[in-house]
C-alpha cells in the first residue's frame, strides 16, 4: 500500500515567507488524486488543492500545489497571520482507499 | 449552502458499538456526482480515512477497520450513517463526515462537518 511522508514535520516561519512544504509517495502515484488539506485547531479540515494544482473554491492564489510520480509540493508564497495551521496531503490509494500523510504543521517563528 | 452535521454519542464502552450520523442539509445526498464518507482523528493525531458511502449504497471501507464497520445512507432522511463494533480505547477520536469527489479522477473532500468527539471508556 502507498505511504505518504511529509516533510519536515513542523516549519518554522515568519509573516510574509515563503513556505514549502513537501509530500513524498512511497511509489508513483496518479497526480489526480493528491489533494492538501488546511487544519487549524479544534476546526475541520479544509481542502485547499485537489488534483495536484488546482485551488478549491475560495483559496487564495498565495496557495499553489505542483509535482508528479512520487513527488508533491503545497507552496504558500506569502504566509498570512491565518496560514499558521496543519497540512495535510491525501492520495487515493490502492482499492480506492483514502490515504493521508501525517501533517507538517507550520508554526510562527 | 452545504452543510454536514455529526450526530451521536459523546461516550461509548469498550467492546460496544459506536454509531454516529451525519445530516446533509442545503444539497441532496442522492447526487450521482459525489460520495459520502467518515474521517477520524485521534487526539493529537492525524487523519484517518473510515469509509466512503454512494446513494445507491456502495462502499469502500479503510482495510484496517473493514472488519469493525458499516456505513449506511438513508437518502429519506438525507443522512448517512457509521457504525463501528467491538470499540477499544484505540478508536477515541473526533469523527468527521465529508463530502467525497471520489471517482474516475477524483478523490478529495471538499464539504466537512464540524466533528463529533467520541471517547471509548467505562
Known amino acids: 500500500e502507498i505511504v505518504l511522508t511529509q516533510s519536515p514535520g513542523t516549519l518554522s516561519l515568519s509573516p510574509g515567507e515563503r513556505a514549502t512544504l513537501s509530500c513524498r509517495a512511497s511509489q508513483s502515484v496518479d497526480s489526480s488524486y493528491l489533494a492538501w488539506y488546511q487544519q487549524k485547531p479544534d476546526q475541520a479540515p479544509r481542502l485547499l488543492i485537489y488534483?495536484?494544482?488546482s485551488r478549491a473554491t475560495g483559496i487564495p492564489d498565495r496557495f499553489s500545489g505542483s509535482g508528479s510520480g512520487t513527488d508533491f509540493t503545497l507552496t504558500i508564497s506569502r504566509l498570512e497571520p491565518e496560514d499558521f495551521a496543519v497540512y495535510y496531503c491525501q492520495q487515493l490509494g490502492s482499492s480506492m482507499g483514502i490515504i493521508f500523510g501525517p501533517g507538517t504543521k507550520v508554526e510562527i517563528k | 449552502q452545504l452543510q454536514l452535521q455529526e450526530s451521536g454519542p459523546g461516550l461509548v464502552k469498550p467492546s460496544e458499538t459506536l454509531s454516529l450520523t451525519c445530516t446533509v442539509s442545503?444539497?441532496?445526498?442522492?447526487?450521482?456526482?459525489?460520495?459520502w464518507g467518515w474521517i477520524r482523528q485521534s487526539p493529537g493525531k492525524g487523519l484517518e480515512w473510515i469509509g466512503n458511502?454512494?446513494?445507491?449504497?456502495?462502499?469502500y471501507y479503510n482495510p484496517s477497520l473493514k472488519s469493525r464497520v458499516t456505513i449506511s445512507v438513508d437518502t429519506s432522511q438525507n443522512q448517512f450513517s457509521l457504525e463501528l463494533r467491538s470499540v477499544t480505547a484505540a478508536d477515541t477520536a473526533v469523527y468527521y463526515c465529508?463530502?467525497?469527489?471520489?471517482?474516475?479522477?477524483?478523490?478529495?473532500?471538499?464539504?466537512w462537518g464540524q466533528g463529533n468527539l467520541v471517547t471509548v471508556s467505562s
Open positions: 458511502v454512494f446513494h445507491g449504497g456502495s462502499t
Open positions: 488534483g495536484t494544482s
Open positions: 442545503g444539497g441532496s445526498i442522492s447526487t450521482d456526482t459525489y460520495y
Open positions: 465529508a463530502r467525497a469527489s471520489f471517482g474516475v479522477v477524483t478523490a478529495y473532500f471538499d464539504y
